[in-house]
């Protein structure tokens, strides 16, 4: 009880803050995105693209199928894929990659994290 109205008021004073209010809003989106009960669409599922050259391939997480201003200057359905740097997660590379250029693998998303935070080391079987 006294946790959750501690955090509503810190949660009203940072929406106050000048400046503060726009960097801390969008660190709680993130926060729920990827805290959240439902990873539905955010990060939920596991994509192969070709990256960062043909003929080359990287894993990494669909975070969204919204084709958005990007999808609508390429005419075309588009989705959004976040790729993790291999041993650090936290950093990586977001494409925006044509829907029929996205190859979505059966694995978990804590299998994929697993393979990117090993480098490559500790590979999934294949389902099935």
């Known amino acids: ?13 940072m929406h106050r803050v000048p ?3 726009k960097i801390y809003a969008t660190l709680r989106q993130i926060a729920e995105l990827l805290l959240g009960p439902s990873r539905v669409g955010s990060f939920g599922k596991v994509a192969i693209v070709e990256f960062p050259s043909p003929g080359s ?16 200057k390429l005419e075309r359905r588009v989705c959004s894929i976040f790729i993790p740097s291999a041993v650090n997660p936290t950093t990586g590379f977001l494409l ?20 990117i935070v090993s480098a490559g080391a500790l590979v999934p079987s294949p389902a099935g």
């Open 96 to 115: 925006v990659v044509p829907e029929e250029k996205v190859t979505y693998l059966a694995m978990t998303p804590e299998q994929a994290m697993k393979m």
């Open 1 to 13: 009880f006294f946790g959750k109205r501690a955090f509503a008021l810190w949660d009203r004073v």
């Open 19 to 21: 400046l503060i209010n």
């Open 57 to 72: 391939w990287g894993i990494g997480f669909v975070t969204s199928t919204a084709a958005g201003e990007a999808g609508q």
